[in-house]
């Protein structure tokens, strides 16, 4: 009985899901078992990846900020017209991850001040964000930024495996250990199951809300560094439609969308799902609108298969 019980835990359909997108990805092409290519395709997704992270704390406490892709593409921009003006890189650096905090923060401060719901709040900021990154740039493209910063995103250990990923498993773990076996953790989740019983035991909501919400923004802004590091140039149309890849990792990586419930390191498995998938429908020439429809598809029946579990198990002890 025990061992059915571990055998129908949710947690597990996100390594079932895990190992069947990696044979579909063989399956769809052979040249998809080389290591090298495999680990190198990851770097397309790193960003994202990072930011998801940091989105399954926010999801787990109950909150959401679909402005993440945005706040990135903004301080893309940003940075890239002061460095165009001829500020030194080297301090546009932890410039970009301030400015990354602060719009993450306002996201914060706009939510617990005026008790709207975060979804509504960063709907509105996303289209501020995206607005005024185009209205920085334009349909321009900056480029010429110092070769020492564009190497970073194409340094490998071993010649294989990309930086930026061994960046996101290495924060993946550390997250995943706040979350679980920290106090700072488990107030998240208790915030998320039930703000009101929260409040009352002594946790303060309102600042925690804005503490996620600025780490959230400071993710934004190293991805966005990264994201200029990998891609060599700055546009407003970076990012474009990336919020709804962050919610996929996040959603197909088993946390709860009411909030309560968790896992980085599931997110971490659903980002080399998306990347097993993508590269795979990639290899196979398949168009990137039905990539995106097949996503859509295993998140809802990721979804589905994890409630009825829950319930499973739930009945079952």
């Keep these: 009985m025990l061992n059915a019980k571990k055998l129908l835990r949710p947690e597990l359909t996100i390594v079932v899901f895990l190992l069947f997108s990696f044979i579909a990805g063989v399956l769809l092409s052979p040249n998809f078992?080389?290591?090298?290519?495999?680990?190198?395709?990851?770097?397309y997704y790193t960003e994202l990846g990072l930011i998801a992270l940091c989105f399954s704390l926010l999801m787990t406490l109950g909150e959401l900020d679909l402005s993440v892709a945005a706040n990135m593409t903004l301080v893309t921009c940003v940075l890239g017209v002061l460095y165009k003006m001829g500020i030194n890189m080297s301090f546009l650096i932890p410039l970009g991850l301030v400015l990354g905090t602060i719009l993450g923060l306002?996201?914060?401060?706009?939510?617990?001040?005026?008790?709207?719901?975060?979804?509504?709040?960063?709907?509105?900021t996303l289209s501020i964000y995206r607005g005024l990154a185009q209205v920085l740039v334009g349909d321009a493209?900056?480029?010429?930024?110092?070769?020492?910063?564009l190497k970073f995103g194409k340094i490998t250990l071993f010649g294989v495996i990309p930086l930026p990923l061994i960046i996101i498993v290495i924060v993946a773990i550390i997250l995943e250990g706040?979350?679980?076996?920290?106090?700072?953790?488990?107030?998240?989740?208790?915030?998320?199951l039930n703000s009101n019983v929260a409040g009352y035991s002594g946790v303060k909501v309102n600042i925690l809300k804005r503490e996620l919400f600025a780490l959230q923004g400071l993710f934004c802004g190293a991805a966005a560094l990264l994201s200029i590091s990998r891609l060599e140039v700055v546009k407003y149309s970076i990012g474009t439609g990336g919020e709804m890849d962050v919610v996929t990792m996040v959603l197909l990586g088993g946390t709860a969308f009411a909030g309560g419930k968790g896992s980085c390191l599931g997110t971490?498995?659903?980002?080399f799902i998306i990347v097993f998938i993508r590269t795979g429908m990639r290899l196979a020439?398949?168009?990137?609108?039905?990539?995106?429809?097949?996503?859509?598809?295993?998140l809802i029946v990721i979804i589905i298969i994890s409630d009825k579990l829950n319930n499973l198990v739930g009945k079952n002890s």
Excluded: E, H
Excluded at 178 to 192: D, E, P, T
Excluded at 268 to 271: E, N, P, S, V
């Design 285 to 298: 020439t398949i168009s990137s609108y039905v990539q995106i429809a097949v996503l859509g598809i295993l």
């Design 268 to 271: 971490l498995a659903a980002f």
């Design 178 to 192: 706040l979350l679980k076996r920290n106090f700072w953790g488990r107030k998240i989740s208790a915030v998320g």
């Design 106 to 124: 306002l996201n914060g401060v706009l939510v617990t001040v005026t008790g709207l719901p975060s979804l509504i709040i960063t709907i509105g």
């Design 141 to 149: 493209a900056i480029s010429g930024f110092p070769q020492w910063f």
């Design 33 to 43: 078992l080389d290591v090298r290519f495999l680990l190198g395709s990851t770097i």
